[in-house]
């Protein structure tokens, strides 16, 4: 079982996400802090912007993905979905609570970095085992 986890796919999988986080989490933390978007609003936008070029790099190069159709879409967007409510909503609380003396500005920037690291963990094993999963 672990080495259907760890391997060349994790490798990819975590190059495009030094891509994806750069375009992404520069989104999230620009709207964030300078244009004073929501935590949520700025998040959330993260995964739309990063989801884009994450269906593309991981279906083709990662996952090399041959096939095309409107479920695989959809089961992507089922997962990125899934994954990105399970990250934030648990972050954000952890954060809260272990940052309870901190002001939230200070709360929500670390829960925002605590959520990329659990959503990317989630989203590994949601791409890998079910949008493009091999048949």
């Given amino acids: 079982m672990k080495s259907k986890i760890i ?20 989104t999230m933390f620009l709207l964030y802090n300078l244009a004073h978007a929501s935590y949520w609003l700025s998040s959330a936008a993260n995964y739309v912007v990063g989801g884009i070029v994450s269906f593309f790099l991981n279906k083709y190069f990662t996952f090399e993905s041959k096939e095309w159709s409107w479920s695989q879409v959809w089961k992507f967007v089922l997962n990125v979905t899934v994954c990105y409510i399970l990250g934030y909503g648990l972050a954000k ?8 003396g901190q002001s939230v500005k200070v709360q929500e920037n670390v829960a925002m970095l605590v959520g990329m690291c659990l959503y990317t963990g989630f989203n590994y094993l949601g791409q890998k085992f079910f949008a493009f999963k091999k048949k």
């Fill in 7 to 26: 391997n060349n796919t994790l490798v990819k999988f975590l190059a495009v996400g030094v891509l994806n986080t750069i375009i992404g989490a520069g």
């Fill in 93 to 100: 609380p952890l954060a809260l609570k272990a940052l309870s």
